[in-house]
Each structure stands twice: as structure tokens, then as C-alpha cells.
């Protein structure tokens, strides 16, 4: 598998930072705000390519992920859109150029706000493109229309539960995953499949962590060097084992928010230790660093990895998918049914060289007969199963079910 990375995102020319301008960053105010940088990777030659940006909170970003599929007949499919800036419209216009022109959008999920507020705009910047939604499309605080979050409405579809129906089904096919209906709002996701290459698109549903962070990351590694300190008067010096512990720590904050192997020390001190930072700028939350790491966190991150597999992450198995285990393996059975080389998702690693059984192990948490009904260690689900907790209680979800009783398939 050939993947080429694309130079056009590595200069630091004041040009190119206006290249990187995105003007609706309060929309979805998170880091890394106005100016995100593109990553283009040629993932299959002439056929997939990713383009890649940043996204965090609080410094804890994570790659999130544009795909875009040559099609046989001319033309170009996009799958969950990232910011169009000046930068990205360009590279995606270079395949425009050599493979004609963006005919397809696809926004393959519901709930994820970080990837619909994309597509009003991306959509405008190729007015010939059609558009086609996840179902169950919604917004908070008020439930708008589409065509009031800047969707076009003339050029935008609701994907049918008969992928054959499709415009695009001689090149692919999609599974729905939902609308899941957790009472807050709702989730659901559509997996695509390119025949052709044998590459299943993701959202959110699994990833693979890696040991090493990203390009995308590594183009801004000061939130690396943030989460690589130990204490608020650490002065870290960048090299590749500081950037490394930094991405480590990243991964423990996005999928368990608060895992075993973490202290958060009262205020009182972390206030006190605030003082003695020596950097007290605002880039720096001014000395804040509410955290202490247990020397057990790289097991604790060994454990999460598990040497690349494919997962579902903690936050899913701990608080959506449980609510619906039947509903949620009856959409891995059909993915699974694909014949699959590589999964390309919209975070984290990509793209992974798997397999169907690959793909259908990561749900076995799902099966109460699974030989592994629960791969992660209880003592770093105990702050998501906290949250659970108080989500049933307070009615604002419904309690999870029972894991399904039918046998987990041997493959």
C-alpha cells in the first residue's frame, strides 16, 4: 500500500497561513480555532486520497479526517467533509483538475457536529456536487432544518436504507447504523464501501490508536510538549520521546476523559503550582495544569492500543452502543459481509490494513458469549460508567441493554 504525502501543507510562509484561514471557526469554537493546516495522503494510487486537519479541546486534538474516491467514470466522491480553507479547496482542486469534478458529498453522521458544519460550506465551493445525508439529521439547542445550517437544499438527499437505489451503487455500497435514539439526541453513522479497492469508510464507529503521533499533529507540536509536562513548572525540550508521551496522554484524555492512571489534584494545589509555572500566559492557561500522571500510564495507554487493533472507543461501548446492542451488531454483520483490505476513518489512524473478522471482533463487547465481553480494564471505564451512571439517573438517557445472547461467530 502506497500512501504519499503531499508537501503543499509544510511551509510556514505568511501566505500560506492565510491558506489556512477558516472564518465559521466560532461556529465549533475548538482548537486549533482560525487556522488549520491540510494534509493530503494519497492512500490507494489514483483511486483514494485523505486530507486531514486538527481538532482538540483543552490541547487535546486528534486528526479528523476527509476522504475523497476517484470514480470510474470521471469524477470524485467525498466522504465527511473538513473546513474548506483556501488551503484544502486547493488540493482537493488539484484532483479536480486530473480527475474531473466533486460530484458527490457525504455526510455519514448525525450527531457529529465537528464534521456537519463542514458540508454547507464545502458544499457551496462545488455548486455541481450533490449532497447525501445520514438519516435522522438534528441540531440542539433547536432541531433546524437543513437548509437553515447552510445545507443547499435543491442538491441535498437523504440516504435510503436501499443503498442499490443510490447514484453511486455500481462503484459503492453503504450500511446505516441508526438513528440510534438516546433521548438527548441521536446517533447513527453510514459506512461506505468502495468495490473497487475493497476500502470500508468509517466515522466514528472503530478506530486504531497509534504509538506515535500523527503528521497532522506533528505539523503543531505544541499541545504534544503541553501534555508531555508532568507537573505546571515542567519545561519540556521537543524530541521525539516528548512528542511521543505527549500523543500517549492525548489518546488516555479523548476516549477515557479521566482513566486509572490519572490524578487530578485539588485546586488548592493546582492554583499553588500554577504560580511556580514559568510560562503564565494565556497560551498556557496561565500555569493551570490540573494534572498528575500515575507512573502506570503507559500500560494504561499498552492496554487501550492493544498493539493497533481495531476499537470502539470507550465513550461508545460505555454510553451509546450498549443502549442498543441487537440493532448495533445487526449493522457489523452487514459490514462485516464486505470483503475488506483496509478501513479508512475519520480519526485517529488511517488507513488500516484489516479484515471483515477484524472489523466484527471490535463489537465483541456486544456479545454476552464473546471470549472477550470486556477487552478495556474496569478501572479505566470507572469515570465513563460515573457519567453513565448519572445519565440513567437523571432520565437523560436510556439504561443500557442486555448484551445480545446469540453465540459470537468463529471466524
Not at 484489516?354 to 465483541?364: E, L, N, P, W
Not at 478495556?376 to 438517557?397: A, E, G, H, S
Request: glycine fraction near 4%; charged fraction near 20%; proline fraction near 9%.
Amino acid at each position: 500500500m502506497t500512501v504519499n504525502v503531499s508537501p503543499a501543507s509544510h511551509s510556514a510562509t505568511p501566505l500560506k497561513k492565510q491558506e489556512w484561514s477558516w472564518p465559521y471557526w466560532f461556529l465549533v469554537p475548538i482548537y486549533p480555532y482560525n487556522q488549520k493546516r491540510t494534509l493530503r495522503q494519497e492512500i490507494v494510487p489514483g483511486w483514494i486520497w485523505t486530507f486531514e486537519q486538527l481538532q482538540g479541546i483543552f490541547y487535546v486534538v486528534v486528526p479528523i479526517r476527509m476522504t475523497v474516491v476517484r470514480l470510474q467514470r470521471g469524477g470524485l466522491l467525498v466522504y465527511a467533509p473538513v473546513a474548506p480553507t483556501p488551503e484544502c479547496l486547493r488540493l482537493v482542486n488539484e484532483l479536480v483538475e486530473g480527475y474531473g469534478e466533486v460530484k458527490y458529498i457525504i455526510l455519514p453522521t448525525i450527531s457529529g457536529l465537528e464534521h456537519k458544519v463542514f458540508v454547507g460550506p464545502f458544499a457551496r465551493s462545488f455548486p455541481h456536487a450533490q449532497v447525501y445525508t445520514a438519516p435522522g439529521q438534528w441540531s440542539f439547542p433547536l432541531n433546524l432544518p437543513l437548509s437553515w445550517l447552510g445545507f443547499p437544499p435543491e442538491r441535498t438527499h437523504v440516504l435510503t436504507g436501499d443503498s442499490s437505489q443510490a447514484p453511486f451503487y455500481e462503484e459503492f455500497d453503504y450500511q446505516i447504523l441508526g438513528p440510534l435514539d438516546l433521548r438527548l439526541g441521536l446517533f447513527g453513522e453510514v459506512a461506505f464501501f468502495h468495490r473497487q479497492t475493497q476500502t470500508v469508510l468509517v466515522t466514528d464507529s472503530v478506530v486504531s490508536i497509534p504509538d506515535d503521533p500523527p503528521a497532522i499533529v506533528q505539523l503543531d507540536p505544541y499541545p504534544l510538549l503541553f501534555h508531555a509536562k508532568d507537573n505546571a513548572s515542567d519545561s519540556v525540550v521537543d524530541t521525539p520521546d516528548t512528542r511521543r508521551r505527549g500523543w500517549q496522554r492525548i489518546c488516555l484524555f479523548a476516549l477515557y476523559f479521566q482513566s486509572s492512571s490519572l490524578h487530578i489534584p485539588d485546586w488548592k494545589k493546582v492554583l499553588g503550582d500554577a504560580m511556580q509555572s514559568p510560562s503564565r500566559q494565556a497560551k498556557d492557561y496561565f500555569g493551570v495544569y490540573p494534572f498528575q500522571w500515575r507512573s502506570s500510564w503507559p500500560q494504561t495507554f499498552a492496554s487501550l492500543r492493544g498493539e493497533g487493533r481495531l476499537i470502539v472507543a470507550p465513550i461508545l461501548q460505555e454510553l451509546i452502543l450498549n443502549r442498543y446492542p441487537a440493532e448495533t451488531l445487526a449493522w457489523v454483520d452487514k459490514v462485516a459481509s464486505w470483503t475488506i483490505e483496509r478501513l479508512i476513518s475519520c480519526h485517529f489512524a488511517a488507513p488500516l490494513a484489516t479484515s471483515s473478522s477484524q472489523f466484527r471482533q471490535a463489537f465483541a463487547f456486544l456479545h454476552y458469549s464473546s471470549p472477550v465481553t470486556q477487552p478495556l480494564p474496569q478501572d479505566d471505564l470507572r469515570t465513563l460508567q460515573r457519567i453513565d451512571r448519572l445519565l440513567v439517573r437523571f432520565w437523560i438517557t436510556p439504561d443500557k441493554a442486555p448484551l445480545t445472547q446469540e453465540s459470537f461467530p468463529q471466524e
